[in-house]
């Protein structure tokens, strides 16, 4: 009987470890490398009843005071509804001063009249590209000091940083896409952005769910991607790059070996990120424009496969690896072509880091390619190379096949977002309560049926896509092989004697083999 007994405790014991270490048992890891907001929060009571002027919310709270200011930034049209450019202040400005305050209690509902965890003057302007023209605007938080010097705060937890965007989701019914994919690539890759929901009220008035966001590379010296800068001797031990739609600046814009040999889309332009403005010197511009044409060389050259003298000498293979599956799972296509971040940290090594998820999981505005039976990032700059080696669609293949064993499991992710819809609670009614005219506009999403009219709707949808889009996946993720056969890729795989060297690209960056 006393076996019996102690049987019995045993199962208990490991079925209740089974239940509250659910990822564990998928991932084989010991621990979860992020924090989860929703699974790390202290539960808190139900709010009760909004006196007039008395807001509560078990989420951290953002309250922001512009003076009665418009925030500059948003998206301006014209009678036929094409973008003409942002809005300004009466003197011109592209950004203004404000008083933030943030409320985050641990244990307690927050309020506005709460005494904040985190005070500060903060530069803030609309943020975005087609979200700048959303109602719910997204904003970028520069905080600052009384004497306008940079004031990195640490905000919810998350590492202290001067830069921060408040995401505003909009076009995601779901609220969730950014939250949810930011953290998945945390746990997959090196580095993923942090995260946190929270309600955000401006100038007194209520404005819904917003996710705060930790910049890439902000911070001092760049500290999350191990990245420094002393611009005193021109040395620096790491850099941030973005590869982004086109702009008037011309200080941090990189003519890498790909802008010269036209392999760049030309609406796009490669920008020094990190070091910034302040620190980033001619000198030290020139040789990281030398550095990072050294692996588009090795990339785009018939030694493109080598180990020694190819990419896999300049980069961390599992990085690409990795983004390549997390942005193809959710059809994130604006990866690889817009805000697309790559950096070379203390490691020596190249990465890539994942960043804005919006549009991800059917969610894009127009229905053009963003479909669940397509492959697409494996078209797009440095990856078209990649793929043609064998070892890296291999190291891909394989990847993918763990990550469906762990984070990318169907059961896991549907569970997850049911845990986040459990999370946010009460503070999704009010949300759409606030923004009830985005559930009834069908001119977000075309064509107009793939407009969702509710948030029970978008949750929907966002689940019956990762079935859909894992179960193909599966069933096709073998097919990229094809961009590694023999048939294909003959030509890279044949030194040409008589290849010609193009003379403006090895007089930049001083080509010793040819580019195909």
Known sequence: MKYRIIGAVACICILLVSVLNYPVLLTGRMESRRYHQHREATPKAVCAVHAEKEFCTHLPLIVIDTGGAEIPGRGLVDEEDRHMGFTTTAEGADRITAQMQVMDSAEENNHPT???????????????????????AGYRLELVDENGDNNPQSLMGMDAHHEWALHG??????????????????????YAPNVRFCELMLNGEYQGIYVLTELIGSGRDGARLNMEVDARDNTYTGYLLRLDRQDGSEYDRLNSLTTYSYRNDMELKLEVKFPGEKKLTPEIKEAIKTDFSAFEKG???????????????????????????????????????YSTYIYRDVSGRLKMCVWDFNNACDNYQEQTTMQVQHFDVHRKLWFNMMVKDEYFTERVIRRYRELRESWLN???????????????????????ERWEDSLRDDTLLAPAERNVHSHQEAVRQLKDFIRQRGRWMDENIESLRQYSAESRVKKYRV???TAKIIPAISANVGLKSAVP
Request: aromatic content about 18%.
């Open 114 to 136: 709460d005494a904040p965890a985190v005070e500060s003057n903060v530069v803030i302007h609309v943020r975005g590209n087609s979200s700048r023209y959303f109602e719910k």
């Open 410 to 432: 169907e059961k896991y992710l549907l569970r997850y977002i049911d845990e986040v819809e459990e999370y946010l609670g009460p503070a999704i009614e009010r949300n759409f």
């Open 169 to 190: 989701p909009y076009l995601d019914k779901s609220l969730m896409r950014n939250y949810m994919w930011y953290n998945i690539a945390g746990e997959c890759m090196e």
């Open 495 to 497: 030194k040409l004697a």
């Open 299 to 337: 990339l785009y050259s018939y030694d493109y496969d080598s180990r020694k003298y190819g990419y896999r000498a300049q980069v961390d293979v599992d990085s690409f690896v990795d983004y390549l599956i997390l942005n193809e799972f959710t059809t994130n296509y604006d990866a690889g072509s």
